[in-house]
C-alpha cells in the first residue's frame, strides 16, 4: 500500500516537473527563493551533523578532490592557487534542492487540490466559479440535445 502510494506520489512529482506551468513555475521559484534560509540551515545544521557522525566527524563541506596542491612561495606567500572539485558542497546544495523541490510540489498539489474542488460544480460546499458553472450548464444541455437525436434515430 505504501509502495503504491508513493510511486503514485514519484508520478505526479514527475508530471509536475515535466509538464508543469507557468503558474507552478512561479510559485516554485517563490517558495524556493523564501524558503532558501530555512533550507540552508535545515541542512547544515540538522542534517549534516548526524551524517558527520555516521562517517567518522568528517564535514561533508569540505570533501574535495584536488587536482593541484596550492604552491606557497619562501615568504609564505602564495604563488598558486588549489585547484578543486568540491563535491561535498555539491552534495549539500543537491540536499537543499530536493528540499525546496519537495516542499512546492506538496504546496503545488494542495493548491491544485483546493483548485480542483473550487471547480467541481456538484460539490456545494466550495463556491463554484461563475465560468465553470456555465461551462457545465452548457456541457449537460450538449449532452441532453444529443441522446434526444440519438433517440429520433
Do not use: C, W
Request: glycine share 8%.
Amino acid at each position: 500500500m505504501i509502495i503504491k502510494r508513493n510511486t503514485k506520489l514519484f508520478k505526479e512529482f514527475k508530471e509536475f516537473a515535466v509538464k508543469g506551468n507557468m503558474m507552478d513555475m512561479a510559485i516554485g521559484i517563490i517558495i524556493g527563493a523564501s524558503f532558501n534560509k530555512v533550507i540552508d540551515v535545515l541542512v547544515k545544521k540538522v542534517f549534516l551533523p548526524p551524517l558527520s557522525l555516521l562517517t567518522g566527524g568528517v564535514n561533508m563541506q569540505n570533501k574535495r578532490i584536488i587536482l593541484r596542491e596550492a604552491v606557497t612561495g619562501a615568504g609564505g606567500t602564495n604563488i598558486t592557487d588549489e585547484v578543486a572539485i568540491g563535491y561535498g558542497a555539491l552534495g549539500e546544495a543537491f540536499l537543499d534542492f530536493m528540499i525546496i523541490g519537495f516542499t512546492v510540489f506538496i504546496v503545488v498539489k494542495f493548491m491544485n487540490k483546493l483548485r480542483n474542488k473550487a471547480q467541481d460544480t456538484k460539490d456545494k460546499t466550495v463556491v463554484t466559479p461563475k465560468d465553470i458553472e456555465l461551462l457545465s450548464h452548457l456541457t449537460e444541455l450538449m449532452e441532453e440535445q444529443n441522446a434526444l437525436l440519438k433517440a429520433k434515430q
